[in-house]
């Protein structure tokens, strides 16, 4: 496989700790992490089998951009060291070159932080279902991708790999963390998306939802981890193509969803083959959700 298009990374000299839906991670010390973010992609909580090219750099890339520029108000995972720092080998570095992060070691929180903006995806099938919004009360007549009146937090459990993740209400985030901590976490999730909401629309580009992941360092201080508002982790849309009452063009990967949907597919693994145009203009959205948001080529 091309360096292009890294699907699985193999690094001999720390031990593999895991592999996810999209990253690899390492072992260093007992206080650091090597996490390498592949360009393997998820879709309806199944590992595809095609990598995107590219991919992983782009994630990481902004990742890096997101949480330099929202991270003033909460700690973060990551560390400003070098890859040389734990990669002595040459070749070893150039495999992960430009998609690896050297990251602090917490204790993951069980719950994905999902702030929303719009009525799209899962949750506009549960409004049509239900008239409300993972059990949240929403006003009637509301069509698809309609901005909603205020940005929800609706937190999931984050399942295995295979697994589907499932909507939870507030109240279960409560009794698992208790009251102040679920609290900060609904708070800090919905104060980051708005923040980059509102810098993402001034670059032409609409953040419908996006997914946070947190953990506690040994302080039990909550540090924001993983990605930071990457098309994996987000529905980005061009914000002059917006238009309610459909599924709006995206930079994401709600493309490949979208195909999938056309398929007679159950949605189990394993997942069905991207044809190649499919594959490249994936990687092409991503790189455009990138240089739009960062400003650069």
């Known amino acids: 496989m091309s360096p292009e298009r890294l699907y699985e990374s193999h690094l001999s000299s720390l ?13 260093v010390d007992d206080e650091m992490l090597l996490v390498v973010t592949t360009d393997r ?34 700690p973060t995972q990551t560390l400003d060291l070098p890859l040389e720092a734990v990669l002595t080998d040459p070749a070893e570095r150039e495999q992960v070159a430009g998609r690896a992060m050297l990251v602090k070691r917490t ?39 309609d901005k909603l009146p205020s940005p929800l937090f609706t937190p999931s459990t984050k399942a295995e790999q295979g697994d589907h993740d499932e909507n939870v209400a507030f109240e279960a985030v409560v009794e698992a963390l208790g009251r102040d901590l679920a609290e900060h976490l609904k708070q800090t999730t ?25 953990g506690l360092n040994e302080a039990g201080d909550l540090v924001w981890i993983d990605e930071a508002l990457t098309p994996d982790s987000s529905r980005f849309w061009p914000a002059d193509e917006y238009r309610t009452g459909i599924s709006p063009p995206s930079f994401d990967k709600q493309y490949v969803r979208d195909y999938l949907e056309t398929l007679d597919w159950d949605k189990q693994p394993p997942a069905p083959a991207l044809p190649e145009a499919v594959i490249e203009q994936t990687a092409a959205k991503y790189r455009e959700a990138e240089r739009r948001l960062r400003g650069e080529d």
């Open 15 to 27: 031990p593999l700790l895991s592999r996810g839906k999209v990253r690899d991670i390492y072992a």
């Open 107 to 145: 204790r993951p929180l069980a719950f994905e932080a999902i702030a929303r903006g719009y009525l799209i995806g899962s949750g506009w099938k549960d409004y049509q279902a239900t008239g409300r919004l993972c059990g949240i009360e929403l006003p009637a007549g509301l069509v698809q991708a």
């Open 41 to 74: 992609l998820s879709a309806f909580d199944v590992v595809l089998s095609d990598p995107i090219p590219g991919k992983g750099a782009v994630l990481t890339r902004l990742s890096n951009y997101w949480f330099d520029r929202l991270g003033r108000n909460i």
């Open 190 to 214: 919905l104060d980051l998306y708005t923040r980059a909401a509102d810098y993402a629309r001034s670059r032409g580009i609409i953040i419908a939802d996006t997914k946070f992941e947190f």
